[in-house]
T-cell receptor
């Protein structure tokens, strides 16, 4: 099993360009999450999904859109990239979203994005 | 929302035990205490979690204070591969975890 994979690993964008980050999981997990991590900071939740066809806003959703058309994929889109979106983006999954009961989150390796 | 407080950094020597503290004085009765770590240039990975009782697994031990206002992650015999940022997290609601800045652990050879 590959677990959680992210594509691409690294990308450079110019201000105003658009792109889509792909997160794929082969664990049949219901919940998927997108986080960003800025230098020296912890992770901040951007958007998450509780199942196929659903999405919800996290802590820092502005400037991002997401889609979950297939259970195994969670896409993060930047319609018009800004330098403030330079960050490392992590995708994560949980089987049923019951982190309140101690469920583990599984993270992907990250995508480094540089916006010039 | 309940928050956690951790030292910004700690240093230890290889093959010695490491005790990483976390304060969570506003924890609610149903909050689990989670520990994750992030190795350099990698995504976070699960270490351990607990509710009230101390917990042990192959990676670490978690000691939870009787009043649950603090906890300690214990690495029994640190190796160089344990150098990472360690996050102490309380679940914020049913569906997500909120990460703070964590403790950067340095292991000296």
């Amino acid at each position: 099993n590959a677990g959680v994979t992210q594509t691409p690993k690294f990308r450079v964008l110019k201000t105003g360009q658009s792109m889509t980050l792909l997160c794929a999981q082969d664990m049949n997990h219901e919940y998927m999450y997108w986080y960003r991590q800025d230098p020296g900071m912890g992770l901040r939740l951007i958007h998450y999904s509780v199942g196929e066809g659903t999405t919800a806003k996290g802590e820092v959703p502005d400037g991002y859109n997401v889609s979950r058309l297939k259970k195994q994929n969670f896409l993060l889109g930047l319609e018009s990239a800004a330098p403030s979106q330079t960050s490392v983006y992590f995708c994560a999954t949980t089987p049923t979203g019951t982190v309140a009961l101690g469920e583990t989150q599984y993270f992907g390796p990250g995508t480094r994005l540089l916006v010039l | 929302d309940a928050k956690t407080t951790q030292p910004n950094s700690m240093e230890s020597n290889e093959e010695e035990p490491v005790h990483l503290p976390c304060n969570h004085s506003t924890i609610s009765g149903t909050d689990y205490i989670h520990w994750y770590r992030q190795l350099p240039s990698q995504g976070p990975e699960y270490v351990i979690h607990g509710l009230t009782s101390n917990v042990n697994n192959r990676m670490a031990s978690l000691a939870i204070a009787e009043d649950r206002k603090s906890s300690t992650l214990i690495l029994h015999r640190a190796t160089l591969r344990d150098a990472a940022v360690y996050y102490c997290i309380l679940n914020q609601g049913a569906q997500k975890l909120v990460f703070g800045q964590g403790t950067r652990l340095t292991i000296n050879p």
